[in-house]
């Protein structure tokens, strides 16, 4: 197996290890107002917490910037808790569409709390990475997987949303308030759970 391969499978299964499903958590937070339809306006926000998280995992891994992994552990699940807290207060699904402003506003949020995530993939990665001196393409390779892993979850996620609305006829909206909440319950678990909290 090429090094590109491994790096690239160690990413997607980064993201789908249920032992680190905080982050198939905010992927669904992001996710939980939409069903397959509307994969595109889904791609769009995912694609901006890509961007936000590549940035931080190429300059956290490369050494360029520092963090306090502490606190990065408590701010992951406080984005996951926001966004499952905006969805509760979304009258309907064109919340992206609503305004152009709004739109914008919710790509920004998107693409920070990526930069938050990827400061928790580079911890990970950096172990990986061990004594390896050349970590352009490891580090290109793995970021090309989390996202791959990534589109697996919206995909997934999305079809069983859909599943459950268009098949069963759960109402959207108490559709969009259970997963939400339950999203909400876990992320607040999480952030309680923290060593940060009790500093």
Same mark, same amino acid.
């Given at each position: ?9 160690? /990413? ?7 032992? /680190? ?30 961007? /936000? ?91 090309? /997987? ?54």
């Amino acid at each position: 197996m090429s090094e590109f391969r491994l790096y690239l499978d160690l /990413g997607v299964f980064h993201i789908l290890d249920f032992a /680190g499903y905080d982050h198939m958590l905010f992927v669904m937070a992001i996710a939980a107002i939409y069903l397959l339809n509307d994969w595109r306006k889904v791609l769009v926000l995912v694609t901006a917490f890509t961007i /936000g998280h590549s940035i931080t995992l190429a300059l956290a891994t490369l050494d360029l910037i520092k963090y306090d992994l502490e606190l990065i552990e408590f701010l992951i699940p406080l984005t996951i808790f926001i966004t499952a807290l905006a969805n509760l207060f979304t009258r309907d699904r064109r919340r992206f569409e609503a305004t152009q402003r709004k739109g914008y506003i919710n790509y920004f949020f998107a693409g920070f709390f990526g930069t938050i995530h990827g400061l928790g993939f580079s911890s990970y990665l950096k172990v990986l990475l061990g004594a390896e001196q050349i970590i352009l393409k490891p580090l290109f390779a793995f970021n090309i /997987g989390l996202e791959i892993g990534q589109m697996v979850i919206m995909t997934l996620f999305l079809t069983l949303s859909t599943v459950f609305v268009d098949f069963f006829g759960v109402d959207r909206r108490d559709w969009k308030m259970i997963i939400s909440s339950i999203i909400l319950g876990v992320s607040a678990t999480l952030i309680l759970g923290t060593d940060y909290m009790f500093k």
